[in-house]
């Protein structure tokens, strides 16, 4: 009995050991993250932060632009896949999960939250695996993504893309981390803020190129409806057939013919008088002008290029 008494009270003097609560390692992880991601706003000023959101409230295009203006001189290497890889799966990704298939219903978006910016990297990882598509890894090496577990890939946009902490990740955003290297948050936008305003023969070259995106899309909206009808029986599906196929001579079509020209020669004068910087015309203003918009005039010219290819005169669709 004495030494039963005696356990006992060993066993008493023995102190618990504390467990900590998962609540409080939760937190103290949140506490991290949540520094890590305030981090990038630390980094900006009041004016910068607003100037930023304001940017990013934008399309996909208009903040590739901004990105490849402020960034010309870095990364113009890069500008190809910028936009026929990265803008195009940026588009698709948000297409895919708005659940629209057809390009004239589709209005661009300015950011995906972080469950389509995981499906936007594991398809542009995909497609980057594909050896047919070889030549934009050995021609592009300063744009490849960093294979990541969908885990790492979201602790990743929390911690390191999302810069604004909205839960979105901005194409912007995804341009300032991919080519983190010679850019960042801050840096952009004391480029950005400080560089002159669009001149007007600038902005009259995009908005040229907003009028094809107009007739562009009136003509493939009137093209799908004559698709679909065209595969009715009888009557209806026959007349459809035989305006399908004359789609190309329409009025529709021309002017569509008749826009691009517009844009072509809008595009032709801004490239005249501010590419090549100090190579163009106006001298010293122009230059400065050239200086905060290569990349603008190097997106209008690649998309006209791309237009002009796919609807331009004589080009069947």
Avoid at 136 to 146: I, K, L
Avoid at 208 to 234: D, F, S, T, W
Wanted: positive net charge; glycine residues 4%.
């Amino acid at each position: 009995k004495k030494k039963k008494k005696k356990k006992k009270k060993k066993k008493k003097k023995k102190k618990k050991k504390k467990s900590v609560p998962r609540t409080v390692f939760l937190k103290a992880k949140q506490h991290t993250t949540h520094k890590a991601m305030s981090a990038f706003k630390d980094q900006l000023s009041t004016e910068a932060l607003e100037f930023f959101n304001n940017l990013t409230s934008k399309t996909f295009a208009e903040q590739a632009v901004a990105f490849l203006n402020a960034y010309w001189n870095e990364v113009h290497t890069e500008a190809e896949f910028v936009f026929t890889v990265a803008y195009e799966f940026i588009r698709y990704a948000d297409m895919h999960f708005k659940g629209i298939s057809l390009v004239y219903k589709y209005n661009e978006g300015n950011e995906v939250d972080f469950d389509i910016a995981i499906y936007f990297y594991e398809q542009l990882c995909k497609f980057l695996e594909d050896s047919k598509n070889e030549k934009w890894v050995s021609g592009f090496p300063r744009s490849q993504p960093q294979m990541l577990t969908s885990i790492k890939r979201k602790q990743e946009l929390r911690e390191k893309v999302d810069v604004n902490f909205n839960g979105h990740m901005a194409f912007l955003e995804y341009l300032l981390h991919q080519y983190r290297d010679v850019a960042n948050p801050a840096d952009f936008c004391k480029r950005s803020m400080s560089a002159p305003d669009e001149h007007p023969e600038i902005r009259k070259a995009r908005l040229a190129l907003e009028e094809v995106n107009k007739r562009i899309r009136a003509y493939e909206e009137e093209k799908a409806r004559l698709e679909e009808e065209a595969a009715c029986p009888g009557v209806k599906g026959l007349k459809a057939k035989n305006m399908l196929a004359q789609l190309d001579s329409s009025p529709l079509k021309e002017q569509l013919n008749e826009a691009l020209i517009k844009a072509e020669a809008a595009v032709r004068l801004a490239q005249k008088k501010f590419g090549g910087g100090a190579g163009g015309a106006g001298g010293a203003a122009a230059s400065a002008e050239a200086s905060s918009s290569d990349g603008a005039l190097w997106w209008m010219n690649r998309d006209l290029e791309e237009k002009k290819k796919r609807y331009g005169p004589s080009k069947k669709n």
